[in-house]
């Protein structure tokens, strides 16, 4: 069972940047999926959440408006479209699957850094 984040890096204020989340040895479309991020000297934060057939979003408000989570059942995969993306979005982001919510988890990433800066 392995996921796997790409996409991360630098990226300036007010840009845009696409995250991917491929995962293999297990059926993503049985299970909920969510981004969560980790700023430096700060703890684990929720960002968003998608339903397993995709039906359903949440976001956290201070990514709500800006940030897009989708999935490609097909391709076994997960996306997250950062647009206008902030000093304060700064983080390690990690993928994360879990199968009966999208707050509990039965497997993560190892994560992918992104750095919003001019």
């Known amino acids: 069972v392995q996921l796997v984040e790409s996409g991360g890096g630098l990226v300036q204020p007010g840009g845009s940047l696409r995250l991917s989340c491929a995962a293999s040895g297990f059926t993503l479309s049985n299970y909920y999926m969510s981004w969560v991020r980790q700023a430096p000297g700060k703890g684990l934060e929720w960002v968003s959440g998608i339903y397993s057939d995709g039906s359903t979003a949440y976001y956290a408000d201070s990514v709500k408006g800006r940030f897009t989570i989708s999935r490609d059942n097909a391709k076994n995969t997960m996306y997250l479209q950062m647009s206008s993306p902030k000093s304060e979005d700064t983080a390690l982001y990690y993928c994360?699957?879990?199968?009966?919510?999208?707050?509990?988890?039965?497997?993560w990433g190892q994560g992918t850094q992104v750095t919003v800066s001019s």
């Open positions: 994360a699957a879990g199968y009966y919510t999208v707050y509990v988890y039965n497997f």
